[in-house]
C-alpha cells in the first residue's frame, strides 16, 4: 500500500470524484506558501478557496481568514513554537494521567 498511484490510477480517481482533484489542488498550493514563504499567495489562496463548493476547504480558508496575522507570521518567518506546544502537551498528559490514577503515584 505504500506504492506511489499511477497517473492512470490517479485519472481514474480524479474522473470519479472531481473532489479529490481540487482537494490535492489546495494542499499542494498551500504547501508552496510556505516552502516560496509568500504572503501574497497565501491572499490568494485564502480568496480562491473562501469561494470553494467543498465545505471543509471553505471552511480551512475562512478559519486563515479571521487568524490571518498569525498565519501571515507563519509564513513570512522561520519561527516556531512547536518546542513549547510539545511540552505543553506531554504537561496535560501527566497531568491527565494524575487525575485519573492518583494511587498510581503512590
Same mark, same amino acid.
Given at each position: 500500500m505504500n506504492a506511489? @498511484?499511477?497517473r492512470a490510477h490517479k485519472n481514474f480517481i480524479y474522473s470519479r470524484y472531481p473532489k479529490m482533484w481540487e482537494l490535492e489542488c489546495c494542499i499542494k498550493e498551500? =504547501?508552496?506558501i510556505? =516552502? &516560496?514563504r509568500n504572503v501574497p499567495l497565501l491572499y490568494l489562496f485564502i480568496e480562491k478557496y473562501c469561494k470553494s463548493k467543498i465545505r471543509t476547504? &471553505? *471552511?480551512f480558508a475562512e478559519g486563515l481568514k479571521r487568524d490571518l496575522d498569525v498565519v501571515?507570521?507563519?509564513v513570512a518567518y522561520?519561527? *516556531?513554537n512547536g518546542f513549547v506546544e510539545g511540552t505543553n502537551? =506531554? @504537561?496535560k498528559m501527566i497531568k491527565r494521567i494524575i487525575a485519573?490514577?492518583?494511587q498510581a503515584l503512590k
Open positions: 506511489e @498511484l499511477t498551500f =504547501r508552496t510556505f =516552502r &516560496k476547504i &471553505k *471552511s501571515e507570521n507563519a522561520d519561527y *516556531s502537551n =506531554r @504537561l485519573e490514577e492518583p
